[in-house]
């Protein structure tokens, strides 16, 4: 163990027990401390420390669920609230909901949607259940949730069990009346947290670091209050308290509170609901009057619900949305010398491909990434195709830049769910397997360059090759549009562990022999920046940032000492 880390060890074990011993509820809390991973540490020492870490197994991610393949767990957030005098015409519960199901992908465990009248401090109209929006939220379940405003979120659990006592949004009822929270991400610094409201007299009913958060916010801000509750007070305590990783709706009797992590760590944006008939492209135009706002983790569901894009939340926003209208309070500032960081992986896989982030729509980072890839990789062969989803647009950027023509070669069964837990190795390989048919015709006597947009387990990838040879593929090329995973996520996504990742394992040559592929490669981290910023038109270059951290093993606030892998 080198000395970083076992000075740091000490601290955070003194830290504990002084914590426990001397932390009554009138103490002013501190800014909680992360193993701040030396600035000046190169990669080999983070990932010694992180190996330490992991041997040290301190603290504990409770009940997280398993998958196949690929990356889960983000969540999806939603808010919506109508403008003018209330009761409005607006039908809040049923854009929520159609909100949600825009959001789908982000989380198909639980779901839930939470309203109020804006009349009452003390009732708010829930619905929460496990499973898919549609199945939980039938047409009683819509009437029955009338409001003039509402949040909403579908769940991929990350810090509690996939049940229904962790079912998001959290509502409890403070003496200023109810409180309801959404949360995506994952607090890096839970533990010691969760440690500070429970010395403050504060009990929890779960683990979830949502339920957190939402408790948190119950908090006194240091400062005091001398009239009523000072809500935004109370968010930038909870702010300062815990840097990342979220974007949080908040509701309260008659507002809500749109809020991103300083860093920008998840996404979060704003629509504005316009009149029926009136166009929604363009840039939005502020004489164009709102019948309602909503906030969103992505707005690939705005058009089908009416709204027009605004804008992000800027990372460190917290915005106030009210039968008047939206406005910004305070944007709380990172600690100095800390970048912006962005999910990178937003664009790699996890986002629907007609969001826009950062001013440009993913689908266009995806098609830049395929370009890159070919000018990094390029390979002889007759077609280019891909692993379907989200393979695909990445496929079409290799095909334009290198020439060669796309073709499918794949049908992806859509009934065979993203995620399941099967016992042994070939059940698991042939569940991948069953995922997908071969399109015969397009595959007989080919030389195949198939573009995959990330390789995790190496599950999904060798069962498709299987299936191309069988079907009578000449070669198999494989590309991967993204670089090789090699780092767990402390920040709301579920990274199988470091024996689990396939790229921990074996080199591409390896794999390739491994997978019974002619050769595979992967993007460059530096490519798949440059594909990332390729086209970002609303911001300075400067400005941005994106996490990188599973990738390279720069985590942006360090590495969170409370954390097993
Ligand atoms: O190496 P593995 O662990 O097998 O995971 C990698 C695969 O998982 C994801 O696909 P998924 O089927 O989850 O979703 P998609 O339809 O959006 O591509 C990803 O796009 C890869 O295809
Ligand atoms: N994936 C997420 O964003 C999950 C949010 C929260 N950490 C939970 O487990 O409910
Ligand atoms: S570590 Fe990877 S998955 Fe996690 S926030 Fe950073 S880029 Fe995204
Ligand atoms: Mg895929």
């Known amino acids: 163990m080198d000395k970083h880390t076992r000075k740091h060890i000490c601290q955070w074990l003194l830290g504990s027990v002084l914590g426990i011993l001397f932390f009554p509820p009138y103490v002013k809390i501190r800014y909680p401390k992360m193993a701040s991973i030396n ?24 009940g997280r669920g398993q998958t196949e393949s690929g990356l889960t767990h983000e969540c999806g957030v939603f808010g919506c609230i109508a403008v003018g005098d209330w009761p409005t015409s607006l039908e809040i519960s049923q854009i929520i909901c159609w909100g949600l199901v825009a959001l789908q992908h982000r989380g198909q465990e639980s779901a839930g949607i939470v309203t109020s009248e804006g009349k009452c401090v003390k009732s708010f109209n829930v619905c929460k259940g496990m499973g898919l929006i549609n199945t939980i939220f039938d047409d009683a379940a819509i009437s029955r949730l009338r409001g003039n405003l509402g949040i909403g979120h579908t769940r991929y659990s990350t810090s509690a069990a996939s049940d229904e006592v962790n079912c998001q949004p959290f509502v409890v009822h403070t003496a200023h009346g109810a409180l309801a929270v959404a949360h995506n991400g994952e607090l890096v610094n839970c533990d010691s947290l969760r440690r500070m409201v429970l010395a403050r007299g504060v009990g929890l009913s779960t683990h979830s670091d949502s339920e957190l958060i939402t408790q948190a916010l119950c908090l006194n801000p240091p400062e005091g209050e001398s009239n009523g509750p000072d809500w935004p007070a109370r968010i930038k305590h909870l702010m300062q308290l815990a840097p990342l990783s979220y974007s949080l709706v908040i509701m309260l009797r008659d507002k809500i ?56 939340v800027f990372p460190g926003e917290i915005i106030e949305m009210t039968k008047e209208g939206i406005k910004t309070i305070e944007i709380v500032e990172r600690p100095p ?27 266009a980072v995806r098609l830049q990434c395929g370009r890159q890839l070919a000018i990094e990789h390029p390979v002889e062969a007759d077609i280019v195709s891909s692993v379907p989803e989200s393979g695909t647009a990445a496929a079409h950027g290799f095909s334009r830049q290198s020439g060669i023509s796309f073709a499918e070669v794949l049908c992806k069964n859509r009934y065979v769910g993203r995620s399941f837990i099967q016992p042994s190795n070939r059940l ?27 390789i995790v387990r190496g599950n999904t990838i060798g069962p498709i090759i299987k299936l191309l040879r069988n079907a009578g593929a000449k070669e198999v090329h494989i590309r991967i549009a993204s670089p090789p995973l090699l780092f767990p996520c402390y920040m709301g996504i579920n990274i199988p562990t470091r024996e689990e990742l396939i790229a921990n394992k074996l080199t591409p ?57």
Not at 337 to 363: H, L, P, T, W
Not at 433 to 452: H, M
Request: glycine share 8%; charged share 25%.
């Open 257 to 312: 509170y749109a809020v991103r992590d300083p860093y920008g760590n998840r996404p979060l944006c704003l629509g504005k609901m316009l009149p029926i008939n009136e166009p929604l492209d363009g840039d939005c135009d502020d004489s164009r009057e709102a019948e309602g706002w909503v906030v969103s983790s992505e707005s690939c569901g705005f058009l089908s619900i009416g709204a027009q894009y605004v804008r992000e």
């Open 337 to 363: 010398n800390k970048s912006q960081a962005f999910c990178i992986f937003e664009y790699v896989y996890f986002a629907r491909s007609d969001s826009i982030f950062e001013g440009q729509m993913v689908y």
């Open 39 to 62: 600035l000046d540490n190169t990669l080999e020492d983070n990932k010694n420390l992180s190996k330490d870490l992991e041997k040290l197994r301190l603290g504990k991610r409770y």
């Open 428 to 454: 698991r390989q042939l569940a991948v397997a069953k995922k997908f048919g071969a399109l015969g015709e397009n595959v007989r006597g080919k030389r195949i360059i198939l573009i995959d947009d990330s």
């Open 509 to 565: 040559k390896e794999l390739a022999q491994h997978i019974g592929a002619d050769s595979l490669q992967y993007l460059s981290v530096e490519g798949l920046i440059k594909a990332v910023k390729w086209d970002i038109k609303t911001k300075s270059p400067t400005k941005l940032g994106h996490c990188t951290a599973c990738l390279t093993g720069e985590y942006p606030g360090g590495v969170p000492i409370q954390l097993e892998w």
